[in-house]
């Protein structure tokens, strides 16, 4: 079998762990890689394929698609669902997906269902129900196949020696970007930094904006006992990954309608603590995990523990050749 890669540059290293798999898919038979000749099946980018009309017109071109949009729902543009239940699209993998299907179908806030969650106020925004409704089948071929806990990008983190929780002297970190093209996420971000300036008798660091290099963040990380982490494009977000490498306590809004390959982070109480999305038990949840810190630091280090034994390339190398091979 032979799987050839399409997907721009600038994606492309959200496959380094599947790349990283390459022998061991050649082993079973697999060719996989971004300068296959004659493939079999084509592993390409949504937005490419809606816009080349070759492929359009090739309808018998057995594709698995790639859609890049890091939030659970799948696309929720009519074209993009339609092309889901052509015969010639085998998958459509992405990097989380909802642990309950049928909730792509579910009225939205700008293709995202989280931004539901925090659509409360004076000024709300109103959900829109879906074009296309996707079948039991269709939606069956949306897979979570990206280990996103498995990237380069951590490398540099995991070589670090982090301090136990109760010796790190930050007793709070956020730091993330303030504005988005939906303002209900700048609201939900701007109440976050709010209530973190308002904490007393903690040491409480905020940065607003891109002002930590990747380096300079994770080192504040080992830092700090707790990390907050709010909801952005979508639900999940590579910090929550890098708190728990840290062997922060993670704080995070409700996200337990998400998961993804090979570690569920946000399997309710199992790796966050959880918090209201829009922020009202905040301090409480904050002031509990610091002053039940021996219990706070054991569920820490659980989830670091966890989090780096489920980097495992041999059984991803595995689940790879079953999923490619059902084709």
Known sequence: MKIKIEVEEKYLHRFYAMLKCTDALAAEGIELGVDVENP??????EGKVRHATAL???SRQPLIIYE??????????ADARRMMAQDNVLAWTKETNFRD?????EPMIDGRYHLRLINHGEHRWNTKPQSQILTSETLDKIAAIFPIHMQERYDYLKSLRSKTIRKRPIDVFYAGTMHYTNKLVDRHRSQLVSRLGKIQNRSVLIGLGNLFSRNDFHDTLVQSKIFVSPYGSGAYSWKDFEALFAGCILIKPKSDFVTQYGFDIYKAGEYCVECD????DLEEVIEYSLTNLDAASEFAFEAQKDIMTACNFEKYSADLVRFFKQF
Not at 68 to 77: D, Q, S
Not at 101 to 105: C, F, I, T, V
């Open 40 to 45: 079999d099946i084509l592993f390409i980018q």
């Open 56 to 58: 359009k017109a090739n």
């Open 68 to 77: 890049r949009i890091g939030c659970a729902p799948v696309n929720t543009n």
């Open 101 to 105: 299907l049928q909730l792509n179908n």
């Open 277 to 280: 999305p829009e922020w009202s």
